[in-house]
């Protein structure tokens, strides 16, 4: 298809009957849930946000309604929250309701969601299969039964993939292996590096009452105690970590975390970019991606405006650790708390 976003909305429309009810997770790519919360309504269907670790939650929905799909990432965007694929989808498919995980961030090496019991699985194909930042794609996998009806939107709504951007996937694909495991082994290692280090600030976690009256865990910025908050699934600290060795085998090439803005404008390898995935390392600030989003709202999904997401690429490790920790080192020792909890968008976005 012509781009992931093209996906996600194909499989919604042809999998999401009118007056259908839809279950999706807070922390994911916003232009999905924008489409989820603004658009599929227009068409009587009833979405729902639920924590991705709200088991619970969703057991209740998809008991007490009758719920036509569960979509997710896993990991999830930007935090990297981590869904229990395979109990999610024995739940689900108890009462008829069709799982569809998108596996952009983990990738189809790293995580085989349909073997887990998952019905569909999206990828952006722009991201890890192409690989090098030179092609829009995106693609669906399932059974043959739910393809071929998906197919059918598909046809009616266009967004066709030109031969040139099939020839670049194609290409992507032969050396996709080599990056990925390159970018495995990267980010791991970097990640213990970022979560040890006294300028990548803790940030337990808050109840709040928010989106669709639940509670949700979101994070509550504070100076660094003894450890620092990275979010990684490959870590023992992140939530859902035992989740993740149980359904991935490696754990991917993105780490989010938080510190002050000067951090991302002192970095001189990583471009400043909003996808991940290729050959170059990216940078960007979620807060500064979702500037059309008033800041109370980007708040409730723990958008706060010192939040750094990281996408790893193939440049030689030593590189990449020398120079995240020259940039870490211009960061005074002693900042205040005000401005790391507020904190600024960069000069460089």
Not at 52 to 75: C, K, Y
Not at 107 to 136: C, E, F, M, R, W
Not at 203 to 231: F, W
Not at 254 to 281: N, Q, R
């Amino acid at each position: 298809m012509a781009s992931g976003m093209c996906a996600s909305t194909v499989v919604l429309l042809a999998m999401v009957p009118r007056g259908g009810h839809i279950v999706t997770t807070t922390d994911c790519y916003k232009e999905t849930r924008m489409f989820i919360e603004t658009f599929l309504p227009k068409l009587g269907i009833t979405p729902t946000l639920i924590d991705a670790s709200d088991i619970a939650g969703l057991q209740a929905i998809v008991n007490n309604h009758e719920v036509s799909m569960f979509f997710t990432e896993s990991p999830t965007n930007p935090f990297l929250r981590c869904v229990d694929i395979k109990l999610v989808s024995e739940i689900c498919h108890k009462r008829g309701t069709l799982v569809c995980i998108d596996g952009t961030i983990a990738t189809p090496l790293n995580q085989k969601a349909l073997a887990l019991g998952a019905d569909l699985v999206i990828q952006s194909a722009t991201k890890y299969i192409g690989g090098h930042n030179d092609v829009l794609a995106g693609c669906i996998s399932g059974s043959m039964k739910l393809v071929s009806e998906i197919r059918i939107m598909h046809n009616l709504l266009g967004g066709t993939l030109s031969p040139k951007a099939a020839y670049l996937l194609i290409w992507g694909i032969k050396t996709m292996h080599l990056r990925v495991k390159q970018q495995n082994s990267t980010t791991l290692r970097m990640a213990r590096v970022l979560e040890a280090h006294p300028k990548v600030f803790y940030t337990p976690s808050v109840s709040l009452s928010a989106i669709s009256g639940r509670k949700l865990m979101l994070p509550l910025l504070l100076p660094r105690a003894t450890t620092g908050r990275v979010y990684y699934p490959g870590l023992p600290s992140h939530p859902e970590h035992h989740i993740a060795k149980r359904k991935m085998t490696y754990f991917g090439g993105l780490v989010t975390f938080e510190t002050t803005i000067k951090f991302i404008d002192s970095l001189k390898i990583p471009y400043i970019a909003t996808s991940f995935g290729g050959c170059e390392s990216f940078v960007d600030q979620p807060a500064a991606r979702n500037w059309d989003v008033p800041r109370d709202e980007r708040l409730k999904y723990g958008l706060k405006d010192n939040l750094v997401r990281f996408s790893f690429g193939v440049e030689d490790f030593d590189d990449l650790k020398a120079d995240i920790l020259q940039a870490l080192d211009t960061i005074p020792t002693k900042t205040s708390l005000y401005s790391h909890q507020n904190g600024v968008v960069s000069d460089k976005n």
